[in-house]
C-alpha cells in the first residue's frame, strides 16, 4: 500500500485504469483476509498480550475502513477518496515498526547479558 500521501493520485490513477483497480481491490481484499486473521489469533504469549491487544485495535480500525471501502466486494474508488484507509495503514505500520525496533533492543540486552555471563562464568572458573 502507498502512503497517505500518495492517496489521491493512485486513487485518481485507479479510476481511469481498470486494471489498475482490479489490482488495488485484490490487494485490499488479501489486507482484510490477513488484519481478521490477525484478530482471530487465540493463543498470544502472556508477555505479549498488552502488545498484541494495540496490533487487534489498529487492525479493528483497518478493517472498518477496508469494508469501507469494499461493497460488495468491488472496491468503490469514490469511499476509498473520503476514507481514512490509507492514515490508518500508516498508524497500523508505525506501531509494527516501533515494536520490531523494540524486539531489536531487547535482543540486544539479551546478547550483551549473555556475554556477561559467560564472561563472569569463565572468572569464576579462574580461566
Request: charge should be negative; glycine fraction near 2%.
Amino acid at each position: 500500500m502507498k502512503s497517505s500521501q500518495e492517496a489521491p493520485q493512485m486513487i485518481q490513477e485507479a479510476a481511469a485504469d481498470p486494471a489498475l483497480k482490479q489490482e488495488l481491490e485484490d490487494r485490499l481484499t488479501t489486507l482484510k483476509q490477513e488484519v481478521e486473521e490477525f484478530i482471530a489469533l487465540q493463543e498470544i504469549p502472556k508477555l505479549a498480550e498488552d502488545v498484541h491487544q494495540d496490533l487487534v485495535t489498529q487492525n479493528e480500525a483497518l478493517l472498518a475502513e477496508i469494508n469501507k471501502v469494499l461493497e460488495n466486494g468491488s472496491l468503490a474508488l469514490d469511499q476509498l477518496e473520503n476514507s481514512e484507509l490509507f492514515t490508518t495503514i500508516n498508524e497500523a505500520t508505525s506501531l509494527i515498526n516501533r515494536i520490531e525496533a523494540l524486539g531489536q533492543k531487547i535482543f540486544l540486552i539479551f546478547s550483551i547479558f549473555d556475554k556477561l555471563l559467560k564472561l563472569l562464568w569463565i572468572s569464576e572458573d579462574g580461566v
